[in-house]
């Protein structure tokens, strides 16, 4: 009887802790409002993948090797949280402004990413390397799987 009791009750726990976390990100992406939906989405995939595969991570490995993948996956959120707002300012409808801005975000995230990598190799001693690199893989290809849903987006030409 006991036993069925501790499985009621870690399932229990197990059930409150989710939905705190459920609330928690809707609690994130509230936040993130200024964010266009797409790069919300992009932002909030990233956070979760990168929580829980730290956890995993931390359990069969280390602490550190958990703590490195987000190492990996945060300087690539934070590049995207700062550089989208001035990728998606307001445009003259001209297509120069639109291109110029986007290489203005792109090179504040290029810059933001590499100086937050070179902090986390400077400060951060027990870093492990290959953790790192497959976070940043993955927040890679989670933002490219975000640019690539954008080609279902259609676009009525009217001239």
Same mark, same amino acid.
């Given at each position: 009887?006991?036993?069925?009791?501790?499985?009621?009750?870690?399932?229990?726990?197990?059930?409150?802790?989710?939905?705190?976390?459920?609330?928690?990100?809707?609690?994130?992406?509230?936040?993130?409002?200024?964010?266009?939906?797409?790069?919300?989405?992009?932002?909030?995939?990233?956070?979760?993948?990168?929580?829980?595969?730290?956890? #995993? /991570? =931390?359990?069969?490995?280390?602490?550190?090797?958990?703590?490195?993948? @987000?190492?990996? *996956?945060?300087? !690539? $959120?934070?590049?995207?949280?700062?550089?989208?707002?001035?990728?998606?300012?307001?445009?003259?409808?001209?297509?120069?402004?639109?291109?110029?801005?986007?290489?203005?975000?792109?090179?504040?995230?290029?810059?933001? #990413? /590499? =100086?937050?990598?070179?902090?986390?190799?400077?400060?951060?001693?027990? @870093?492990?390397? *290959?953790?790192? !690199? $497959?976070?940043?893989?993955?927040?890679?290809?989670?933002?490219?799987?975000?640019?690539?849903?954008?080609?279902?987006?259609?676009?009525?030409?009217?001239?």
């Amino acid at each position: 009887m006991t036993v069925l009791a501790n499985t009621y009750k870690i399932s229990n726990f197990v059930y409150v802790q989710t939905i705190t976390s459920m609330n928690e990100l809707q609690a994130i992406t509230q936040k993130l409002n200024f964010l266009p939906i797409t790069y919300k989405k992009m932002v909030v995939r990233q956070l979760t993948f990168g929580i829980l595969a730290a956890i #995993v /991570l =931390g359990f069969i490995f280390t602490i550190h090797t958990g703590l490195s993948l @987000l190492a990996g *996956i945060m300087p !690539v $959120v934070l590049g995207v949280i700062v550089a989208s707002p001035i990728a998606t300012k307001k445009n003259k409808d001209n297509a120069g402004s639109i291109v110029i801005n986007a290489l203005k975000a792109e090179a504040v995230k290029i810059f933001l #990413v /590499l =100086g937050l990598l070179w902090l986390e190799f400077k400060f951060y001693t027990e @870093l492990v390397p *290959i953790a790192l !690199v $497959v976070g940043l893989i993955v927040a890679a290809l989670i933002s490219g799987m975000a640019i690539s849903d954008m080609d279902k987006i259609k676009i009525d030409n009217k001239e």
